[in-house]
T-cell receptor, first 112, second 114 residues
């Protein structure tokens, strides 16, 4: 039982490049989330998927897109990376909304 | 939307002392309030949570209290130990279209000195 698995762990991009962060959970959870963590700003929700087939914007969705590929997988795409997107990205899942979140190990992304 | 303010941003205590972190929220409809602990370089992990139908909840050395009237909730850690050193985040969510979308506070860096 691996829990929530994120890839890659580290990534360096140049401004304008695109990339996809992958996330998978093996706990049969319905809800999945993408957060970004910046110093002094806590964890801010980028996108949220309450269940397979649904996605919804969070607090800071601009510059990102998501895909809930199936119940297990929820990917985050940066179409044209900007330096302001330099951050640590966490994927998380929960049985349902307003329940315990299980976080992945995070992706450290730097955009130069 | 919901706004969560967390204080203090840093807290330094001696081993054995108590530590208290306070959060205020803006949406009076919020009904779920978790606390997460994040050790350096690690992922956040839930340590305790409370729902709006309960005023206090305890789990060994940690407790959370909720004051719905004042819209604030607090984390209390007693008999602190060096391994309690970490960043602590509070969060809140409200029923309705935003249910499940947790809004986090800015975090408190707790340092416990041996």
């Amino acid at each position: 039982n691996a829990g929530v698995t994120q890839t890659p762990k580290f990534q360096v991009l140049k401004t304008g490049q695109s990339m996809t962060l992958q996330c998978a959970q093996d706990m049969n959870h319905n809800s999945m989330y993408w957060y970004r963590q910046d110093p002094g700003m806590g964890l801010r929700l980028i996108y949220y998927s309450a269940s397979e087939g649904t996605t919804d914007k969070g607090e800071v969705p601009n510059g990102y897109n998501v895909s809930r590929l199936n119940k297990r997988e929820f990917s985050l795409r940066l179409e044209s990376a900007a330096p302001s997107q330099t951050s640590v990205y966490f994927c998380a899942s929960s049985i349902a909304g307003a329940e315990k979140l299980f976080f992945g190990s995070g992706t450290q992304l730097s955009v130069l | 939307g919901e706004n969560v303010e967390q204080h203090p941003s840093t807290l330094s205590v001696q081993e054995g002392d108590s530590a208290v972190i306070k959060c205020t929220y803006s949406d009076s409809a919020s009904n779920y309030f978790p606390w997460y602990k994040q050790e350096l370089g690690k992922r956040p992990q839930l340590i305790i949570d409370i729902r709006s139908n309960v005023g206090e909840k305890k789990d060994q050395r940690i407790a959370v209290t909720l004051n719905k009237t004042a819209k604030h909730f607090s984390l209390h850690i007693t008999e602190t130990q060096p391994e309690d050193s970490a960043v602590y985040f509070c969060a809140a969510t409200a029923p309705g279209a935003s249910y499940g979308k947790l809004t986090f506070g800015q975090g408190t860096i707790l340092t416990v000195h041996p």
